[in-house]
């Protein structure tokens, strides 16, 4: 019996998973399993209700226009939790779509406007049907050192001053191709753009996250080490694209 168990919510599994993010999932799985620790997943899908203190983790992956309006009218009926939760601390990674959507608003290529939750101080607008999409592998630093992987979005999301960026873009596009900057952090949620999906390249993100679930939960975040050669040798040729 694992001695220690992570609930992970898994929001609109259904909808936002473009550039196989469900991958994300299944990393956590794994490095957790390898360390002992129970990894319980539950998907959240349109209807099901979002209640704040249920989880320790917390993830949304991307999706089309489509199904982002679809989830930002959810989202304002049944996961406005969403916001509690990150506020009390519980670990939150939103992909592309699970990134725009998760802060102020979404204003897409058509100049609909569409809700989000709010937990960063965000806001996303697509410049309109024909504009350059901000297409391609993408390599940036953040605190844990290197971050890579593959970026396709035509929003450009501008920080508001409630919201730190999460990383620094050394190559590709990031937010908005002109900041230099990727993604955004507010206290354990993090946004970025990075799909591959981002964690099995990334085992230090993985990792990051494990370990503050962890340590809000049990008051101890430490992780047994991994044998991440082959993890290493996917981050090292990520980052050597271009």
């Known amino acids: 019996m694992a001695e220690r168990t992570l609930r992970l919510g898994h929001l609109y599994p259904s909808l936002m998973n473009i550039y196989g993010d469900r991958g994300n999932i299944l990393c956590l799985q794994r490095r957790c399993r390898l360390r002992g620790i129970d990894l319980e997943v539950t998907p959240l899908e349109p209807g099901d209700v979002l209640h704040p203190d249920a989880f320790d983790l917390l993830f ?5 226009d489509r199904e982002q309006r679809l989830v930002s009218e959810d ?15 519980v670990v939150f990674l939103g992909v592309c779509g699970g990134y725009q959507l998760s802060g102020r608003f979404y204003r897409g290529a058509e100049g609909e406007e569409m809700r989000g939750a709010g937990v960063f101080d965000l806001y996303t607008l697509h410049p309109g049907p024909g504009s350059k999409r901000l297409i391609g592998n993408l390599a940036a ?13 035509g ?14 873009v050394v190559h590709g596009y990031g937010n908005d191709g002109v900041s230099g900057y990727e993604g955004a952090r507010f206290k354990n949620a993090f946004g970025s753009y990075v799909h591959g999906p981002i964690l099995p390249k990334n085992p230090a993100f993985a990792d990051k996250l494990l370990s503050l679930a962890l340590e809000r939960r049990y008051g101890d975040g430490t992780l047994a080490p991994l044998d991440d050669t082959l993890e290493q040798m996917a981050h090292a040729a990520a980052l050597r694209a271009r």
């Open 60 to 64: 949304m992956g991307g999706a089309q």
């Open 75 to 89: 989202l304002a009926a049944t996961k406005g939790a969403l916001r509690e939760a990150v506020e009390d601390g």
């Open 141 to 153: 630093e953040w605190e844990g050192g290197s971050l890579a992987g593959f970026e396709n979005h």
């Open 155 to 168: 929003g450009r999301t501008y920080l508001g001053a409630g919201a730190q960026p999460f990383a620094k």
